[in-house]
């Protein structure tokens, strides 16, 4: 009697197409979720982060953000959804200050020796983050059944780039010059950032995030010794600390710009899956890294804003090229604001449709 009970709950779990690809199992249909799938694009959004009146006001206010979590899901029916928030709130948490200014992008004050580095602080990171955490918690229980809950933080670099410099730049060029001209100093901070990173994803995944990306977009402005100490090992350290804590849920590592070094990533630090920016050749991703974890990617983002037989072509190639393999459809990098939604629609179709 036990046993007929025991299948009968078995076969009334929903799979969730992205678990499926990550376990590297077959799945019914390619999984699809956009980076940044919440945002500018969607007028709901603007009109949410309008009623919220800070970026971080948006980001630290969990009905808020719940909510344009939520819309992209209403809209069109994404496999993941990814947690509304940003890489910043760990520079945030640890106590430098940090803001947004519209049309400018973040703009913080700038970290350029040990004695800032000393004012940072590891023990106010959870506390200060547990609005973003009563966000996953809401998630947990407001997503669709069959839809994966996505938690994230920044690489400790990309973030490094942005505590040190002050705001986004071309080449990353304070960081880089702190790097290079003091390795040993700038190590510490990389190191602060390591473990900030492992305590907000463990967090997560304590409030029910099911599967963890990390974000290294500014990856690739380092050079290939640069790229094994700051953007390899501090990812190595985060995954491991993270698979002895949670070995059952996978993380998705995103080395934007890394080329051919992609490889050594993966085979380094110890991620279920990668995501492909758009620069990436898929006929050497496909030899060269897809038998080792799925791949993510990566349609560039402007051909989603482009639309049209352009967009149906590079959705094809993508498909063709990468999906008889563990696949997750994706862009090369995050959606853009002026993207119609009309295209995002047609391109979930487009995945959901495809046929070899």
């Known amino acids: 009697m036990e046993e007929k009970k025991s ?9 969730k197409r992205l678990l499926q690809v990550l376990a590297k199992e077959r799945s019914d249909q390619t999984p699809i979720w956009l980076m940044r799938q919440a945002g500018r694009y969607l007028p709901e959004y603007r009109k ?3 009623e919220a009146g800070s970026f971080l006001t948006l980001c630290y206010t969990p009905e808020l953000a719940e909510e344009v979590t939520l819309q992209p899901i ?11 928030s940003d890489i910043l709130v760990v520079p945030d948490a640890l106590g430098q200050t940090v803001g947004f200014k519209e049309g400018e992008g973040p703009v913080l004050d700038p970290i350029t020796d040990l004695a800032g580095i000393a004012k940072l602080d590891l023990a106010r990171v959870t506390d200060h983050l547990q609005p973003v955490y009563e966000t996953v918690r809401r998630l947990k229980l407001s997503l669709p059944k069959e839809t994966t809950l996505i938690g994230f933080a920044g690489a400790p670099w990309t ?3 942005y505590v040190v410099g002050g705001r986004g730049s071309p080449d990353q060029g304070a960081a880089k010059s702190w790097a290079y001209r003091a390795p040993d100093e700038f ?5 602060l950032l390591v473990e900030a990173t492992i305590l907000h994803l463990s967090e997560q995944v304590e409030a029910g995030a099911e599967v963890l990306q990390i974000f290294d ?3 690739g402005s380092l050079p290939e010794p640069a790229f094994r100490r700051f953007a390899i090992e501090p990812a190595k350290r985060i995954v491991s600390a993270l698979k002895t804590r949670y070995p059952l849920v996978p993380i998705i590592g995103f080395p934007r710009g890394a080329g051919p070094l992609v490889t050594d990533y993966v085979r380094e630090t110890g991620i279920q899956a990668v995501s492909l920016d758009t620069g990436m050749s898929l006929n050497w991703a496909r030899d060269n890294v897809q038998p080792m974890v799925p791949l993510q990617g990566n349609l560039d983002p402007l051909l989603l804003v482009a639309g049209g037989k352009e967009m149906r072509a590079g959705v094809a190639y993508i498909m063709e090229t990468l999906g008889n393999q563990p696949f997750i459809f994706n862009l ?3 959606i853009v604001p002026q993207t119609p939604p009309d ?4 391109l979930v179709e487009l995945v959901r449709g495809f046929k070899a």
């Not at 299948?7 to 799979?15: L, M």
């Not at 295209?343 to 047609?346: A, D, F, I, P, S």
């Open 7 to 15: 299948v009968s709950k078995a076969t009334a779990v929903i799979p």
């Open 48 to 50: 949410v982060r309008a």
């Open 74 to 84: 209403r809209r069109f029916g994404f496999d993941a959804s990814i947690l509304f």
């Open 159 to 161: 973030v490094a780039t």
């Open 187 to 191: 190590q510490k901070l990389i190191d």
């Open 217 to 219: 977009t500014w990856a």
């Open 332 to 334: 090369g990098h995050g």
């Open 343 to 346: 295209h995002v629609g047609e």
